[in-house]
């Protein structure tokens, strides 16, 4: 379809279009007028984004069944959103993330901070998994399949739909094989020294957070420098994310909490291929128990670290996710022996790192603990933070002298 002949969306008279044209990716639906042909337009359906006066803004991705209506894809009006376009905004990505890292395993989009709005990639050598969390990238995943295999050598793309976002947009949960063969065993994952096991079609969201990576980092080089063979205690610990980090750069032993069976034999088979299994133990569990019976105990380790989920996915969730970080910290503070070291992170978008700060200090206060603040960590730069768009910088990491 020439650009000429693209539907056509309007801003409503009131809406200055000044956000767009300095890079705003988002209008949402009471931005826009929606009469009977707007609402008529088939989810991914690419436009042409107008302002009040019929000046045109961008090209963008709708969605009538979304409260983000639409999403920016290019702002220069003369280039087709097609295959040749889907590559070149892989090329560009690629550029980064082989300029950051000398193996393929990383994020290598990451939505709209890598110019591909609710697009999700994540790289696992010559295989990887997409969660295309817009009705654009779902219409257009056979392309977005054929420009990752064209412009990385991909062989095999998967495509992940689980996750909230996907509802939100009105989206199926159908997970599948877009191109290639899935492998059939964990894909193993060099690391910061550790090595991680990913289940590219049954674990969570991609398979891996590689998010966390300088977090690992940080933590692994706190226990290096202790020099003696610390204790470490990593909650929330899926595949071992902060435990086989620190097993690999000289911890003595480290347990690793998590509610998913299937995540902890991920992580005991990281432990194995790493060589370390006689320094690492599991405990399957509900991690806010597991933190009340190990203090009941008068159990202590030299390093704490906790990881939990999303507790504050919305606005709406916000107070009761940050009393749950706040009680996290409460009940992780005592299990730090005096000198050591917690750390706290949160991925939740609606928490900012103030609010999140706050919580934790709250908790520490309560547990009647005295802190130092050392270091506050956030995503790698695989991960990079789309400029006007908060939510893209959602990951926070504090780590505390205790």
């Not at 509900?286 to 933190?291: G, T, V």
């Not at 105990?297 to 996915?313: E, K, R």
């Not at 995503?379 to 780590?399: N, R, V």
């Amino acid at each position: 379809m020439t650009q000429s002949l693209l539907p056509v969306i309007r801003l409503k008279p009131k809406i200055s279009p000044r956000g767009v044209q300095r890079g705003v990716p988002w209008i949402f639906d009471n931005e826009l007028v929606t009469d009977r042909r707007t609402k008529a337009l088939a989810p991914g359906t690419i436009a042409m984004l107008e302002d009040a006066e019929r000046k045109p803004l961008a090209q963008v991705a709708v969605n009538p069944n979304s409260r983000i209506m639409a999403r920016v894809l290019e702002r220069d009006l003369n280039v087709p959103v097609d295959q040749a376009w889907l590559a070149a905004r892989i090329k560009r990505a690629l550029e980064l993330r082989e300029t950051l890292f000398d193996a393929p395993f990383y994020r290598l989009i990451h939505a709209e901070a890598d110019g591909m709005p609710g697009v999700v990639i994540d790289r696992f050598g010559d295989v990887c998994v997409i969660q295309p969390n817009a009705a654009w990238a779902d219409a257009m995943l056979h392309d977005l399949a054929a420009a990752l295999a064209e412009v990385a050598g991909i062989s095999t793309v998967l495509k992940n739909a689980s996750g909230r976002a996907r509802g939100l947009e009105g989206l199926d949960d159908v997970s599948t094989t877009v191109l290639g063969t899935a492998p059939d065993v964990p894909v193993p994952v060099p690391m910061n020294g550790a090595t991680y096991m990913a289940d590219l079609t049954g674990g969570q969201k991609t398979g891996l957070y590689y998010d966390q990576r300088p977090n690992h980092a940080f933590a692994g080089r706190l226990v290096a420098g202790m020099g003696t063979k610390p204790r470490v205690l990593d909650v929330f610990s899926h595949v071992g994310g902060f435990s086989l980090a620190a097993l690999a750069a000289g911890a003595g032993h480290a347990t690793a909490v998590d509610g998913s069976e299937p995540a902890l034999a991920l992580a005991r088979g990281g432990a194995e291929a790493m060589g370390v299994s006689d320094r690492f133990e599991t405990r399957k569990g509900d991690a806010f128990d597991a933190l009340t019976v190990l203090g009941e105990a008068g159990t202590q380790f030299d390093v704490v670290i906790c990881d939990p989920p999303a507790f504050a996915p919305s606005k709406k969730a916000l107070d009761a996710g940050l009393r749950a970080y706040e009680r996290v910290a409460r009940l992780a503070a005592p299990l730090v022996a005096p000198g050591g070291y917690l750390g706290l992170c949160s991925c939740s978008h609606a928490a900012d790192l103030t609010d999140f700060r706050k919580a934790c200090l709250r908790g520490l206060g309560r547990a009647g603990r005295d802190a130092q603040l050392i270091h506050t960590g956030y995503a790698g730069a695989d991960h990079p933070m789309h400029t006007h768009l908060a939510e893209s910088g959602y990951l926070k990491a504090l780590f505390f002298r205790l």
